[in-house]
């Protein structure tokens, strides 16, 4: 069985979902938001809804 990549997911999302938008609506925040000197930085927290959902986001050019 050939393993998952960023490509192989962005195909299945292409496929699957083609030009539509993926909303992933959760009651608790997958990413932590600090304000720093340069800016905002978007952290990941440590949750199975970040684990679950990072790569998908990643592979398709979502944001968090």
């Known amino acids: 069985m050939e393993s998952w990549n ?4 962005h195909a299945l999302v292409i496929e699957r ?3 539509a938008k ?7 925040e ?3 938001h600090t304000r720093a000197a340069g800016g905002i930085h ?6 199975g809804l970040t684990t679950a959902i990072d790569p998908i986001l ?7």
């Open 42 to 47: 978007c952290g990941t927290a440590a949750s």
């Open 58 to 64: 990643r592979a398709s050019g979502g944001s968090g």
């Open 17 to 19: 979902l083609g030009n």
């Open 6 to 9: 960023k490509e192989r997911l």
């Open 30 to 32: 997958p990413y932590i």
């Open 22 to 28: 993926l909303i992933a609506v959760s009651n608790r």
